[in-house]
């Protein structure tokens, strides 16, 4: 008994749902000054925000769009609603959050998640902050956990977010940036104090909401000296008709001997253009890791950098994308060594099927002062079919000769010997397959979190369900 | 002794070449058939063919297996009706460790949840048998394996699995003297153990001192050439193939 399926009739409803949003909370389609002064008044921005925005918009409108990757063309900007408010506002206490946003959180398993120490949850429902907790231990150790609009107002922060809001990601950086800049809205805040080391990870869920709505959150992260923080941030989207779009940015500050770990899952419905920008910023013995899973999504284009700007920075990244039918994943990281004695280490895995496309791309610059440096970096690809595609883009720029760079880029397919050979103990063809591409991913879930890996291995399997016949 | 598998005229070919020419053959329940024949003769083709390897196309004849007609099976519906192969060269997976493949395998052979405690149990206990160490229980199947390791890592599995019928193709060559004795020392447990059947593929008689070879057959240019007792092996190994092939 063979069960045949094709990739769209995938059962997505454990990532897919929404609730209906009541017309009058759009502010309407397109992006005037005018859109952007509103918004800015109801998120009651300081007045530097606000110029920030417009700024921003200016730049926006005089960019012109992204050409040398997959094609955006589709994506009308101008149509899709920039920002959808929430009835409720920031809420502490479970109890007090809206029934449906509840219900939605609930079915993300997010109280269960955090009752199995999670430190503390920001959940970015649409564009609002609208539950955030973070645990009294945590907090009594100094570190701030909240969202950015909320800290902007403190005045223990603000001069903080005033001197790193978008300085690793100026809104020159590209035409998404801009538009972040210009309607950026939700997002998280944290601080760790010098010498906290925080063992509990903070955990923060993402999601998008309302029909053409985009989501612009920002996530500002700065770590000061000889401190530690693992910081998990998932996404997953309910299914819509319109094109959508998700503009986020991460910036993330390492201070001296600091290290941060960054993970994501990132699981958009399959509509969903991907455009996020993601930079740290690594100083003096400093380490930056970054753990990525790619799902989902129409579109991505996602490169995580790292700038290590002071001797013996290190950075490393560990992704895996994985590309199925009408999918076009372009994905990577860019490091980037501007001290002596610097090293980055980038280990990626993509997966395509069913006429998937993965591209992998990666830069690598070693600045002439980088004396004494260290990168390696190892790509493997997987193609699960004949109509499926898999690209590399490697990109060095060496600048001195007193480096240490390798590069390994691998792609493969699945053999039929292996898929014989598992079946020959009694394993299903779809079992074998799904557990060849398991173990292709392993050294990706072996960095994240027991339960994201577990919600990996489970994607990995609704991906295969049905990729025979 | 009840008749286990029986194979009648079987005609194999791959990538449009026959390989097989009407191979009969039968194995009753608990008893030893020896695969002798040379290089190229299709030894291996049969044992794939056995097992299900979408490789070869059976274009006549059939395989019964326990009265049932197997022939259009695949291979995991013929390894959950007891069949094992060992194979000759077994392939690497990586981020797959030998422990959860053989829980996975186990459980879907017995259609059985297995405790991890009494998994660990049996495990630890078929690797002590086969001088195995611990850790490599835990390492990615077949990876890095050297080839006595690997052979090692197949005859786990049929102590672990402990299907009906083990067809061990060439589970001795390349092994030293060592190794081959550990390996025997293993099907020997197996047989001891389950009482299955056994057909070994082979080029020598080391594996096949401490087993009591029941039936040998001979097979030349994919055709049986010769059939009959335990005599035919030393027979083979003393005189060559020539006088069975029409040399």
Redesign the interface.
């Known amino acids: 008994m063979k069960e045949k399926t094709t990739v769209a009739d995938i059962d997505r409803s454990r990532y897919d749902f929404r609730f209906e949003e009541d017309e009058n909370d759009f502010l309407g389609s397109g992006l005037t000054a005018q859109i952007v002064n509103e918004l800015s008044a109801e998120k009651n921005d300081p007045e530097w925000m606000r110029e920030f925005r417009l700024h921003s918009l200016d730049i926006y409108n005089k960019t012109k769009m992204v050409e040398w990757g997959p094609s955006i063309d589709e994506l009308d900007v101008d149509k899709i609603v920039t920002y959808i408010r929430q009835k409720s506002r920031m809420n502490t206490d479970w109890n007090d959050v809206p029934e449906d946003i509840k219900q939605t959180f609930e079915n993300l398993g997010i109280p269960q998640a955090e009752q199995e120490s999670l430190a503390g949850v920001g959940a970015q429902y649409d564009s609002e902050l609208v539950y955030h907790n973070v645990r009294k231990e945590v907090a009594q150790s100094g570190v701030v956990y909240t969202d950015l609009e909320s800290a902007m107002h403190d005045e223990r922060y603000a001069e903080m977010i005033k001197s790193h809001f978008m300085k690793l990601v100026p809104p020159t950086d590209h035409k998404f940036a801009a538009l972040h800049g210009a309607v950026w809205s939700g997002g998280s805040f944290v601080y760790v104090p010098k010498g906290v080391k925080l063992e509990i990870p903070l955990q923060s869920y993402f999601r998008l909401n309302a029909k053409g709505a985009g989501q612009f959150e920002h996530t500002l992260i700065i770590l000061e000296e000889d401190s530690y923080l693992h910081f998990i941030e998932g996404c997953s989207a309910p299914k819509y008709y319109e094109a959508g779009l998700h503009a986020g940015c991460v910036e993330l500050y390492v201070g001296k001997n600091a290290a941060l770990r960054y993970s994501t899952i990132e699981n958009w419905s399959k509509n969903m253009y991907n455009l996020n920008t993601k930079r740290a910023l690594v100083a003096e013995g400093g380490k930056i890791e970054w753990v990525s899973g790619s799902f989902g999504s129409h579109v991505s284009y996602l490169y995580p950098m790292s700038i290590l700007n002071g001797e013996g920075a290190r950075a490393e990244f560990t992704g895996i994308t994985f590309a199925g039918e009408g999918q076009n994943l372009d994905t990577g990281a860019k490091m980037i060594h501007n001290a002596p004695n610097t090293s980055s280490y980038m280990n990626t895995k993509s997966i395509s099927k069913s006429g998937g496309i993965s591209t992998f791309r990666s830069a690598v610059v070693v600045k002439e002062n980088a004396v004494g440096s260290k990168s390696s970096v190892s790509c493997e690809s997987l193609m699960l079919d004949g109509i499926s595609r898999s690209d590399t883009v490697p990109a060095m720029d060496i600048r001195t000769k007193y480096a240490d760079v390798g590069h390994e880029a691998k792609i493969g397919r699945i053999s039929d010997e292996t898929v014989f050979y598992l079946m020959s103990r009694g394993i299903s063809e779809q079992d074998a397959r799904a557990m060849i591409v398991r173990g292709f991913a392993d050294n990706v879930s072996k960095e994240l979190p027991l339960e994201y890996a577990m919600e990996m291995n489970n994607l990995i399997g609704l991906e295969m369900h049905g990729s025979i016949g | 002794m009840s008749e286990l598998l029986k194979i009648s005229d079987l005609y194999v070919s791959a990538e449009e070449k026959e390989l097989l020419h009407g191979v009969s053959l039968s194995i009753e329940s608990g008893s030893t058939h020896v695969l002798m024949g040379p290089n190229g003769a299709g030894k291996s083709t049969l044992g794939l063919t056995i ?5 070869y196309t059976v274009s006549g004849g059939n395989i019964v297996f326990e009265g049932e007609d197997i022939t259009g099976e ?3 519906e ?3 009706r007891g069949i ?2 060992s ?1 000759q060269d ?2 690497e ?4 460790t030998l422990s959860e ?1 053989l829980r ?2 186990l459980e ?2 017995t259609g059985k949840h297995m405790k991890l405690w009494d998994f660990k149990k049996k495990l630890k206990a078929a690797m002590e048998i086969l001088n195995m160490d611990s850790s490599y229980a835990d390492r ?1 199947l077949n990876v890095g394996f050297s080839g006595g390791e690997k052979k090692k890592s197949e005859i786990l ?1 049929l102590l672990m ?1 402990e299907p009906k019928l083990a067809i061990l193709d060439e589970t001795d060559s390349g092994l030293d003297v060592d190794a081959v004795k550990t390996v025997s020392k293993g099907i020997e447990e197996y047989k001891a153990r389950t009482g299955g059947s056994l057909l070994v593929i082979t080029h020598n008689t080391r594996i096949l001192e401490s087993l009591d070879v029941d039936r040998t057959h001979i097979l030349s240019a994919g055709k049986i050439a010769a059939q009959g007792g335990a005599e035919l092996v030393e027979d083979v190994l003393k005189n060559g193939f020539d006088k069975y092939i029409g040399k």
Do not use: H, T, W
């Not at chain 2, 097992?51 to 490789?55: A, K, L």
């Open positions: 097992m299900g390897s979408p490789e695949s291979a995991y013929r390894a959950k094992f192969l194979f077994p392939v997976i990586p981020g797959i493949f996975n395998s879907q052979i990615d599995q699995l």
